[in-house]
């Protein structure tokens, strides 16, 4: 079935790291986001993939272009974010008048839940969550469904909208929403017209997961590296020691006295140790350097990025040309053992994680003998003295 995929947004509850880069692009188990959103897609059976791009577009667009895909894939630039449903009007001058399915490309499925999703009739992905009044809740009666309200003070189910769509052709002519109190065009109202003129189906997803604040993107490495097969292409030294679900790509080296704990993925040019250890879940990136005594464990550390000596950094993201100076340690357990908060757009929320880290934007630099506390997040080009001990965010 035809499919377009939404990949314009900003991306700013997941700042400062989509400063630079969109949000469709971070890197999930060495890909970028979006692009094991189009793998899913193609394997679930979608005939061909529209991508609408909008913020840092040619980024996006460069990516997909590098790629061989099995079925086309053409991109169309939203030129400004007017909501899902503006998103996909502008998709519409490149589909056929036949249903099509919509997905959101920074939104993780299941496979299986996919491949159902797509030989359905007019449908939409659901998923059961236990805090359903966060999410936009489908309300379901005699086993159709019959609209989606969002974020709603008493949900009548706790069944929520996947943003995972299957909608009739007819569709095609109602993307002409007006705004919605938040001032988008929303493709909830195109489902809510489906709804009323069809029997549209509630989908169960198995699995489901909106990657759009910095923990998600660890959660996202998470699942993608726990599928990963063991494969080894670079330069690994006979003394370093590999542990199960490990990939190193070619071009990649592994030092002597190095241990490595899968699910790990080293890219193309990274460089580790000696005596290092890296514990999974952990995506080091392209041209990265782990070097002499740093312990790095379910992490994520993006292209360019060092940490080079006597380090500890847990359950961390760090974006592009990171580099922690030596001694640098990070503190990813509260005291009192109650999750980590982190700042998103300004306030202090939850990450539902015992075990949290930091996040860094692209170009931190600190100095040696830093401590960083839990929940932490440097601005990108952030500055950290020697010594500091950091509580806030910077
Ligand atoms: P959102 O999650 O609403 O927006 P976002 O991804 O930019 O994130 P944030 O709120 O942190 O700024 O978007 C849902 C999906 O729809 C996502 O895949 C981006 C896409 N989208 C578009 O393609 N065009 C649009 O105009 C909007 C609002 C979203």
Request: aromatic fraction near 4%.
């Amino acid at each position: 079935m035809q499919t377009v995929v939404l990949a314009a947004g900003k991306g700013t509850r997941m700042g400062p790291l989509t400063d630079t880069v969109p949000k469709p692009m971070l890197p999930v188990a060495g890909k970028p986001l979006v692009v094991h959103c189009l793998e899913d897609a193609i394997a679930a059976g979608a005939s061909r993939l529209v991508v609408v791009v909008g913020y840092e577009a040619d980024a996006v667009r460069e990516a997909l272009a590098d790629r061989d895909w099995d079925v086309p894939v053409t991109t169309v630039v939203q030129d400004e974010l007017r909501g899902t449903a503006d998103a996909v009007r502008t998709a519409a001058p490149e589909l056929a008048a036949e249903p099509f399915v919509v997905l959101n490309g920074d939104v993780l499925y299941d496979e299986a839940s996919l491949v159902e999703l797509y030989s359905s009739g007019p449908a939409v992905g659901s998923f059961r969550v236990d805090n359903p009044s966060a999410y936009g809740v489908l309300r379901i009666e005699d086993g159709r469904v019959r609209g989606v309200e969002e974020k709603p003070e008493n949900p009548q189910s706790n069944l929520v909208n996947t943003g995972a769509y299957v909608f009739p052709a007819a569709a095609l002519d109602w993307l002409a929403v007006g705004e919605s109190d938040r001032g988008e065009r929303e493709l909830t109202d195109v489902l809510q017209r489906a709804c009323e003129t069809d029997t549209v189906t509630a989908v169960p997803f198995d699995r489901w997961l909106d990657a759009g604040r910095p923990w998600e993107l660890l959660a996202a490495n998470e699942w993608k590296l726990a599928e990963l097969d063991r494969r080894i292409d670079g330069d690994v030294s006979p003394d370093a020691e590999l542990r199960g679900a490990v990939v190193v790509e070619a071009g990649a080296t592994v030092e002597p006295g190095v241990v490595i704990e899968g699910p790990t993925y080293v890219a193309e040019g990274a460089h580790v140790g000696p005596n290092a250890y890296v514990r999974g879940a952990t995506a080091l990136g392209p041209d990265s350097r782990v070097g002499h005594a740093v312990e790095l464990k379910n992490s994520v550390v993006m292209r360019d990025s060092a940490v080079p000596h006597l380090t500890y950094l847990g359950d961390s993201i760090l974006g592009r040309d990171v580099n922690l100076g030596a001694g640098t340690a990070v503190a990813n357990l509260r005291h009192d053992d109650s999750p980590v908060k982190l700042t998103v757009k300004g306030e202090r929320v939850s990450t539902g994680r015992r075990k949290f880290g930091i996040v860094c934007g692209d170009g931190v630099k600190t100095g040696i003998n830093c401590t960083l506390n839990a929940g932490v997040t440097l601005s990108s080009g952030a500055r950290v003295g020697p010594g500091e001990t950091v509580l806030r965010d910077r």
